[in-house]
């Protein structure tokens, strides 16, 4: 039997000038009665999100709201439905919230949103407001060339790379937690997270982020750093996914999109598998693949937090003109 078409689904980001952010709460006897979400509802028959959008802000708060920018797009399946819930900011509005519905309202300031409960389809959706859209995979350093790939890291992270995978596979040790140290430090001073690829000892020491391959997250059972360590998995498919989910990882980075030179085989998703994938699980996912800045809008259209890559966000002449690297 076919499956049923997704409910389409339409939600606000309203912020006041402060930059707190309109929660409502879903009265009882409804689905998911008691939690919070951001104001909304379901498309009728006939209408653009926009459209719809206006709508229910009007019924629900009693303002005539001013749809701007897309924030994402969530496809996600619940045991008893599925939906995509499509985001938007609002950028003006007319009237004063109020809930029309009976309905609480709360203004709450964006880093506290994590703390209020609402349906898993909206943990994408407080991460795209919250986290970066960006993740920095780094190439391997060539011997004798880690000054400039610390350059290449600088000048990605001024370009405003707000995520950087810490990946030294073939690099040897000692000189690999030089470098790690040092790109720690950059990341620190941008005001950028680090996380280190597969070495949770070096994790641990650091008390950077960790990412993990897939192999090893398989191998698991139970969350290898503190909750303030922020923990991340590669994952290809729906059952890694739910496994990074339930082992508390933060997000995860799900590929391959498209066939790049480092991964010229495996399974291609393309941006349809993708999103059936990221109905299963409600982390939030960056897409890796083939990928760069300017997929971004496609990717936040299917339920991505972002794009991960190597090549598509490492500068193309990481050398300064001015300044010869240093051997190593
Ligand atoms: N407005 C809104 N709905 C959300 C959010 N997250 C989320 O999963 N949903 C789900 O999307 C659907 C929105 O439909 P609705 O607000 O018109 O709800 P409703 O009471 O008519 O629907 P119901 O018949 O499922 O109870 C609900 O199933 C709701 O649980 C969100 O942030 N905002």
Redesign the pocket.
């Known amino acids: 039997m076919p499956e049923a078409p997704p ?1 389409e ?1 339409v ?1 606000a980001v309203i912020a006041d000038p402060g930059g707190r952010i309109l929660l409502t709460r ?1 009265t009882e006897g ?3 009665a008691g939690l919070w ?6 498309r009728e028959p006939g209408e653009s999100p926009e459209q719809a959008l206006v709508r229910e802000l009007r019924e629900e708060l009693g303002i005539e709201a001013e749809v701007g920018a897309e924030l994402i797009v969530v496809p ?1 399946a619940y045991p008893h ?1 599925r ?1 995509r ?1 499509d985001v938007r900011h609002v950028s003006a509005w007319r009237g004063t919230p109020q809930g029309h519905e009976g309905q609480a309202l709360a203004w709450v300031p964006r880093q506290r949103l994590a703390s209020y409960q ?5 943990r994408p ?1 407080v991460a795209a407001l919250l986290r970066p859209d960006r993740y920095l995979v780094t190439p391997e350093p060539a011997a004798g060339c880690g000054e400039a790939w610390l350059e290449g890291l600088r000048q990605a992270l001024a370009a405003g790379v707000g995520l950087v995978h810490l990946r030294l596979p073939g690099v040897e040790p000692g000189r690999r937690e030089r470098l790690v140290a040092a790109a720690l430090a950059l990341c620190r001073a941008a005001g950028a997270q680090g996380m280190i690829g597969a070495d949770i000892a070096l994790a641990r020491a650091t008390g950077a982020g960790l990412h993990l391959r897939a192999a090893q997250l398989a191998g698991l059972v139970e969350r290898p750093l503190p909750p303030d360590q922020p923990l991340a998995a590669s994952c290809h498919g729906a059952d890694e996914l739910r496994h990074a989910e339930r082992l508390g990882c933060d997000f995860a980075v799900l590929g391959t999109l498209a066939a790049t030179p480092s991964h010229p085989q495996g399974r291609i998703l393309g941006w349809a598998g993708f999103a059936a994938l990221r109905e299963a699980v409600s982390l939030p996912l960056y897409a890796i693949g083939g990928l760069g800045p300017a997929d971004l809008a496609q990717a936040r259209r299917h339920g991505a937090q972002g794009i991960a890559a190597i090549r598509g966000l490492w500068p193309q002449h990481p050398h300064p003109p001015d300044r010869p690297t240093r051997p190593q």
């Open positions: 409910v689904v939600a879903r409804r689905d998911l979400e951001f104001p909304g509802g379901k996600h439905k939906l819930l609402m349906p898993a389809a909206d959706v």
